[in-house]
């Protein structure tokens, strides 16, 4: 009676399993972006006094589906169109406001980027809320890509018009087509979320502005310990992920008409304390090869080699002070190596990651190998 009982209940947790997947492929909408921005305060003031009971927080989400007449006429089931704003309280509302109005539920599993817009991006309470949200979602993947809409989300989803066709797709193929970067680091919601957990590390999303009615990465936008920190120029942002060791390639441009292309980047740090403050040694090597001209003697080689080094390890110094001194940021993310490389600096600073990314002072050696090809 009791084996009846337990094969019973267990067809009938398959069957309710069942009923909870079994909507039907034409009945979901899969799209391939989705932006997030909060409501603007001016918006929220004119629909408050319309409704005083509207909330201070609403979320506008702006949804970018394919499309599905260009892949294949039999595969376009309705008529749903390719770009759709929604607005609720938070993304659980949005969702079934979705629902409501096209007879369809949302299925992310084929999602390639969400971007935030950046007053959403500002506000932890509601950045939380959206991670938690996405984290409590089982179809949600962790590793979609992560980016900021300079003004706003919505307007990034928008510039449909010059990329022909969908924007999730363009930031897809936009993303993997930087080929600088080791195992594609691109920033995802994964990333974020374990921000929101751990609280211990410096994270940089590319931030896309409007060019040419194109989206374009004009910016970084600094995460530290969960605190929007401020935005980096693409040349600081590559300079963080550089002494990071990051890059498969990286550019720099000792003097006028002089390009050098780094490339067999290699990069180890050691941390110490030097009169009571955290010292980080940042040893970077690498072969660099001449992109603009070429060196016809040993001497000039190794001449070349020197400006290379001395012109990088300013830079990288000049960067690392500013960042510290403006956001309070450790550039060479050092506070995550700390417990492996000094347990004495890592039990004074232990749980104390801010306190620590201000004291931390940095060491730059730079040795580049200059390839001479003919």
Known sequence: ???????????????????????????????????IDLQKTEDKGKKKEQNPAIEDRALIVSFDFPDLAQISEKDKTTDTPM????????????????ENNTNRVLDYNHM????????????????????????????????TS?????????EILS??????????????EMLESQKDFKQNKIATIGDLMNQWHNQDQLLLIPVLTEQGNRPTITKYAAVLNFSYRGMLTVEEAMEVFFCQGLLEKFTVEPAKNEVVEI????????????????????????KGKLK?????????????????????TKDLQATAEKLTEKFGMDMTNSYLSLGGLD??????????PDMYNEKVQHIFEVDINLMNWE
């Open 146 to 154: 992560l980016l900021i809409g300079s003004e706003s989300a919505a």
């Open 112 to 143: 390639k980027a969400i971007v935030l817009g950046k007053n959403m991006f500002e506000d932890q309470r509601q950045l939380r809320s959206l991670l938690l949200a996405w984290e409590q979602r089982e179809a949600s993947a962790r590793n």
């Open 83 to 98: 770009g759709l704003s929604l607005e609720g309280i938070d993304m659980y509302h949005v969702e079934k406001s979705f």
């Open 343 to 352: 347990r004495e600096l890592y039990n004074i600073y232990e749980n104390l």
């Open 292 to 312: 603009t001209a070429q060196v016809s003697s040993t001497q000039q080689q190794y001449q070349m080699e020197q400006k290379i080094e001395q012109h990088l």
């Open 1 to 35: 009676m009791c084996k009846r009982r337990t094969v019973y209940l267990a067809c009938l947790g398959m069957l309710m399993l069942c009923g909870c997947e079994s909507v039907e492929l034409e009945q979901r909408s899969f799209p391939l972006a989705v932006g």
């Open 159 to 172: 510039l449909t018009e010059e990329t022909e066709g969908s924007m999730g797709k363009y930031l897809e």
């Open 263 to 286: 490339s067999d980047i290699q990069v180890n740090m050691s941390i110490k304390r030097q009169n009571e403050t955290p010292t980080v040694t940042v040893s970077i090597s690498g």
